[in-house]
């Protein structure tokens, strides 16, 4: 079975420059998530897609943070315009619709300078 | 919304059994335990889940006692490649599946 996959893997960029993210979730799984991870902490859930629709975007920074799943497939995750404060390894996770685990991509790490 | 505390560390030698315990005091009936490991520039890697009693798979075990306020992680004879940030879940059943993550037990093997 094919894991998650996301591009790019790294990505630097300036301050109020804009970004894009990309995850090609597990076939067949219905649920993606994306977290936003700063070192030294846990992941923090950003938005959660069920199929194609939010299901939860509560912690999303709307105001620059922006998410899509077209055709309830690949999802990508902008950011724009970038703040220092967003660099951070951004992973996307999806699973099945029941008690099971997550699986995650290795995360695309961000630098904002 | 379920919240866990874990310890923010732990060391261990080669070989030793580590026991990791999670509480959860407002875990809901239909919320499961779940742990992950993650290593340095790798996404969490899922490692168990339960529900209650006693789960094992080819790597921990999961203990949880009857009134599921607490959960135990056991990895027996733990290896220098077991060093790594161990997070407790609860997998919030009734609200789509959510989980949220705490700081993570952050593991050192030593020889």
């Known amino acids: 079975e094919a894991g998650v996959a996301q591009s790019p893997r790294y990505k630097i960029i300036e301050k109020r420059q804009s970004v894009a993210f990309w995850c090609n979730p597990i076939?067949?799984?219905?649920?993606l998530y994306w977290y936003q991870q700063i070192l030294g902490q846990g992941p923090k859930l950003l938005i959660q897609f069920q199929n194609n629709g939010v299901v939860d975007d509560s912690q999303l920074p709307k105001d620059r943070f922006s998410a899509e799943r077209l055709k309830g497939v690949d999802s990508t995750l902008k950011i724009q315009p970038a703040k220092l404060e967003d660099s951070a390894v951004y992973l996307c996770?999806?699973?099945?619709?029941?008690?099971?685990?997550?699986?995650f991509g290795s995360g695309t790490r961000l630098t904002v300078v | 919304l379920a919240k866990t505390t874990q310890p923010i560390s732990m060391d261990s030698y080669e070989g030793q059994e580590v026991n990791i315990t999670c509480s959860h005091n407002n875990i809901a009936t239909n919320d499961y335990i779940t742990w992950y490991q993650q290593f340095p520039s790798q996404g969490p890697r899922f490692i168990i889940q339960?529900?209650?009693t006693k789960v094992t798979n080819e790597v921990a075990s999961l203990f949880i006692p009857a009134d599921r306020k607490s959960s135990t992680l056991s990895l027996p004879r733990v290896s220098l490649s077991d060093t790594a940030v161990y997070y407790c879940?609860?997998?919030?059943?009734?609200?789509?599946?959510?989980?949220?993550f705490g700081q993570g037990t952050e593991l050192s093997v030593k020889p």
């Open positions: 076939s067949g799984h219905a649920t």
């Open positions: 996770a999806s699973s099945l619709d029941a008690p099971a685990g997550y699986t």
């Open positions: 339960g529900y209650k």
């Open positions: 879940l609860v997998f919030l059943y009734n609200q789509g599946g959510k989980l949220i």
